[in-house]
């Protein structure tokens, strides 16, 4: 079979067939970084839940305990004192989850950012290959 009877060049073949690997791995290698950032965002979002979860347990006894301060106030000095220190034990704890749901909130990173940067990374380096304004010696993925 010749050139002239396919009407393309087996070197073009060969290019194509070579440029669709090198896609595939990128592809690869871009979803598996996803997967990882995936992994690392149900983590953060287990225990952001659990935060919430303290925060409610504590909240919602602290505060029933504030109720039953008020209810039995009218009784022994003795008794008033010790609820007292439990409601404010309870609102304490609460307080800090409050805080600690707050910062996790604050500080997580955004998602997929990985991921992104690498296919940013991947755009710019396949333009700046198609225009022919690859500088030599210099690492796109540095």
Not at 22 to 44: F, I, K, N, P
Not at 45 to 55: H, K, N, P, R
Not at 93 to 119: D, G, I, N
Request: one cysteine or more; glycine letters at 8%; charged letters at 15%.
């Amino acid at each position: 079979m010749n050139t002239s009877e396919t009407g393309t060049p087996p070197r073009l073949l060969a290019s194509l067939r070579q440029l669709a690997l090198t896609a595939l791995a990128m592809a690869h290698t871009r979803l598996a970084l996803a997967g990882v950032e995936l992994e690392e965002e149900l983590q953060r979002l287990v225990g952001l839940l659990m935060s919430l979860l303290g925060l409610l347990v504590f909240g919602l006894v602290g505060v029933l305990t504030a109720t039953l301060l008020v209810v039995l106030a009218v009784d022994a000095d003795q008794r008033v004192t010790v609820l007292a220190c439990f409601a404010v034990g309870y609102l304490g704890l609460a307080a800090w989850f409050v805080w600690r749901v707050q910062r996790m909130l604050a500080t997580r990173p955004p998602f997929l950012q990985a991921t992104l940067a690498e296919m940013e990374r991947d755009r710019e380096a396949l333009q700046s290959a198609s225009t022919g304004d690859v500088p030599l010696g210099k690492d796109t993925h540095a």
